[in-house]
């Protein structure tokens, strides 16, 4: 079962920032798109944020929009979540996921990626 490693969260105060990072180990997914998703206790796993392969297009949910920069490090085979000015509602657990390779675009529902991490833990303090 391919694994992605995420790393990165942790508690924070809101307006703070973290950078969330995800790696395949022993895998490399520079042919496809990669996700973000989150999960909030008691809420179902909700769209935060994609990259395209080819190109590096990106598209994000509503609510993170200027605060959250997603990104891509092909050779070093690591996508990021840069995520600024935290709110409290951002508190989630942030998982990494990555679609089918060569897939020109895909969208915010989870069906549409393959593989999956463990997520990271995000806590943000008022």
């Known amino acids: 079962q391919v694994q992605l490693v995420e790393s990165g969260g942790g508690l924070v105060q809101a307006g703070g920032s973290l950078r969330l990072s995800c790696t395949p180990p022993g895998r490399t997914f520079s042919s496809s798109a990669m996700g973000w998703f989150r999960q909030a206790p008691g809420k179902e796993r909700s769209f935060v944020a994609a990259?395209?392969?080819?190109?590096?297009?990106?598209f994000y949910a509503d609510f993170v929009k200027g605060r959250f920069t997603i990104s891509r490090d092909d050779p070093k085979n690591t996508v990021y979540l840069q995520m600024n000015s935290l709110k409290p509602e951002d508190t989630a657990i942030y998982y990494c996921a990555a679609a089918p390779p060569f897939r020109l675009r895909v969208g915010g529902t989870p069906s549409e990626y393959t593989y999956w991490g463990q997520g990271t833990q995000v806590t943000v303090s008022s």
């Open positions: 990259i395209m392969w080819s190109g590096g297009s990106t």
